[in-house]
């Protein structure tokens, strides 16, 4: 099992323009969190995903972010008109269930470091 | 709001001495906490949740609902604890985490 893959590692963009960012989860996991670490702070929950399904998105910003899982392929999380501030460390994380049980560990990828300019 | 508080941003200690990285956290019902771990160049990944009551690499961490503290400690530290230590809690039934700010752990030979 490879484990949760994110792409891509590092992305620049300039401002205005639209970052894509890709997690495939664990093989057999159906639950997929975002979390956002912007520099000097820790990690902050961004949105819970189910297959199809946005869970829990508390932690999104109100405009611009977006993200889904759809039944195939990877949870994208898009950035519309990025700007400076966006610039962080961008995590996700899957577990086999709802996270937070002992059998429900979320398990994290390496992260997409977007660079703003 | 939940929080989850670390209050140092860096522990140095010498191999060999004891580590005791603080964590405490806002009240509210019973809390899952956890910490995790992340070297370098490396992923987080979990060390340790206090369901488990289980020692991880020799680090231990007590739930003290009292001081709503859950501080991890090694009694001997060891030149490969040297990493970025997260304290976490699950919160509400979705399982998201609230993350503190992070300590990182130098351990000097």
């Known amino acids: 099992n490879a484990g949760v893959m994110q792409n891509p590692r590092h992305l620049v963009r300039r401002r205005g323009q639209e970052a894509r960012l890709r997690c495939s989860p664990m093989k057999g996991h159906s639950h997929v969190y975002w979390y956002r670490q912007l520099p000097e702070e820790g990690l902050k929950f961004m949105v819970y995903l189910q297959k199809e399904n946005i869970i829990d998105e508390s932690g999104m910003p109100k405009e611009r972010f977006s993200a889904e899982f759809p039944k195939e392929g990877p949870s994208i999380l898009r950035i519309q008109q990025v700007v400076r501030g966006d610039s962080a460390a961008y995590f996700c994380a899957s577990s086999p269930a709802r996270g937070g049980g002992p059998e429900e560990t979320q398990y994290f990828g390496p992260g997409t470091r977007l660079l703003v300019l | 709001a939940q929080r989850v508080t670390q209050p140092e941003k860096l522990l140095s200690v010498f191999k060999g001495a004891p580590v005791e990285l603080k964590c405490n956290y806002s009240?509210?019902?019973?809390?899952?906490l956890f910490w995790y771990v992340q070297y370098s160049r490396q992923r987080l990944q979990l060390l340790l949740r206090h369901i488990s009551r289980e020692s991880i690499k020799g680090f231990t961490a007590d739930l003290n609902k009292g001081e709503t503290s859950f501080h991890l400690k090694k009694p001997f530290a060891q030149e490969e604890d040297s990493a970025m230590y997260y304290c976490?809690?699950?919160?509400?039934?979705?399982?998201?985490?609230?993350f503190g700010q992070g300590t990182t752990l130098q351990v000097k030979p």
């Open positions: 009240y509210s019902g019973s809390p899952e």
């Open positions: 976490a809690r699950s919160s509400g039934n979705t399982g998201k985490l609230i």
